[in-house]
Nanobody
Framework: EVQLVESGGGLVQAGGSLRLSCTTS????????IAWFRQAPGKEREGVSC???????DYRNSVKGRFTISRDNAKNSVGLQMNNLKPDDTAVYYC?????????WGQGTQVTVSS
């Protein structure tokens, strides 16, 4: 069974930093891209960043230069370093993996940025 577990969320002041982690199990991690999404109250879930098996990365415009995604294949995990956080970054952050046979999400981790 494929499972994803996020961690690292919390409350931080604007301008602060947090590092999220997504740890996977039940899948050959090295072969797949992992994506981070977020969902703020009353808004649709949106893509934040992704990294593929060749370490190609992509970011939504609003986080470019502030967020950095990375993967550690030895630990089956993907990290999201978030710097210079803004109140608009407040959301539940989810990681997702698409594998043969399905798409799997983690349970999410809350990030709250106070002004």
């Amino acid at each position: 069974e494929v499972q994803l577990v996020e961690s690292g969320g919390g409350l931080v002041q604007a301008g602060g930093s947090l590092r999220l982690s997504c740890t996977t199990s039940g899948v050959t991690f090295d072969d797949y891209a992992i994506a981070w999404f977020r969902q703020a109250p009353g808004k649709e879930r949106e893509g934040v960043s992704c990294i593929n098996s060749d370490d190609y990365t992509d970011y939504r415009n609003s986080v470019k230069g502030r967020f950095t995604i990375s993967r550690d294949n030895a630990k089956n995990s993907v990290g999201l370093q978030m710097n210079n956080l803004k109140p608009d970054d407040t959301a539940v952050y989810y990681c997702r993996i698409d594998v043969v046979g399905g798409t799997y999400w983690g349970q999410g981790t809350q990030v709250t940025v106070s002004s």
